[in-house]
């Protein structure tokens, strides 16, 4: 003979309201379900122009990755202002032109802060300032600029040290040759196209003169920085009338100098004050 049973949701109705559910006890108010956690708010991009051809202040790691002081600073700007950075290489003769564009936001890479720029384009105070320097030969015979007379220099074309070159080292008799990018100045002077150049006295240290292709290579005569050429110290450049902008990282830069965040970035990179007066 065949047991009939119940199925196990009968035998349970007095505690269970059909299968599977269970009744809420006499008078109890059941909580609502927890809402969902919001996803973070992504933050809003700052596009960042960029030269990566400049060592130590901006160039790139072995896997192509944006690096050097300047990048550090421009997301030390971010974090400070909530925004982030988006990193955009451009050719640097038409750094300004592309900002005028709207191909990115800002320019943070190394430029200095001149007064026929800034008929142009609006700077941030000052993050750095550093000086110029002639780099030639160490056995190059030099008492004054006319020394160089015959010479090939290359500059980083639309530079400071061009337009330092153009006024003061043309008039002498010097070749001024401008290039697209300070590293193929490099290259040039490796392979005996190029006398010397006029850069940045800390980028051309760690670009060239520190590195096996610019042994025998020195400077020579006075620390360049006349204002007439060299500006003011380096900023960040933005569009005219962007005031709102321009206040948040003044304030930005102003922060990172109080917090200790510069003295950080700038002691990864130098061993003295790149800050400047």
Known sequence: MKTKFLPLCLIASAVLVGCGKTEAPVGATQAPAAAPAAAPAALAELRVAIDPTYEPFTFKTSDGKPTGFD???????????KRQCVYVEQVWDSMIPGLQAKKYDVIISSMSIT???QKVVDFTDK?????????????????DLVSLKDKKIGVLKGSTQEKYAMGELRPVGVSVVPYEAQDQVYLDIKSGRLDGTVADSVEVTGGFLSKPEGAGYGFVGPVLNDVKYYGIGVGVAMRQGETQLKDELNAAIKAIRDNGTYDTVSKKYFDFDVYGD
């Open 115 to 117: 007064e026929e720029r």
């Open 127 to 143: 993050y750095y300032n550093t000086p110029s320097r002639i780099v030639v030969k160490a056995d190059t015979p030099f008492t």
């Open 71 to 81: 990048v550090d600073i421009a997301e030390a700007l971010c974090a400070e202002i």
